[in-house]
């Protein structure tokens, strides 16, 4: 099961994002759904850097379940902070999407 965290602020701000697991739905190296996820994750994270113009703070651990920690750095411009939550509001969209086709191997949840 891959498991999918976002945490939000008062505000209802993304501050981190934390993707753990394998989802198990296919052969290594052939499993849909892990690429999905992997694809969005991967993407969203290229996209802050490159978007933004700032790297968010991130763990990144491939061999203990396909782990990521993503945070959400607290110093940025009001520019950088709306292309960083356009972007994780778009991975949100896109997980649950993953979700409701293969909610046995993905889970996505917020968190306090």
Do not use: W
Not at 39 to 65: H, W
Not at 87 to 107: P, S, T, W
């Amino acid at each position: 099961m891959i498991y999918c965290r976002f945490k939000r602020d008062k505000q209802q701000t993304i501050t981190m994002l934390e993707v753990s697991g394998h989802a198990n739905a296919g052969p290594y190296g052939s499993d849909i759904v892990c690429a999905a996820v992997s694809a969005i994750v991967i993407s969203t994270i290229n996209g802050i850097e490159k978007l933004s113009g700032v790297a968010p703070i991130l763990d990144i651990d491939n061999d203990n379940e396909g782990y990521i920690y993503l945070s959400v750095r607290e110093d940025l411009t009001t520019d950088e902070a709306l292309v960083t939550q356009i972007l994780l509001e778009n991975a949100v969209l896109g997980l649950q999407d993953i979700q409701e086709n293969y909610g046995e191997f993905v889970e996505v949840s917020h968190i306090d």
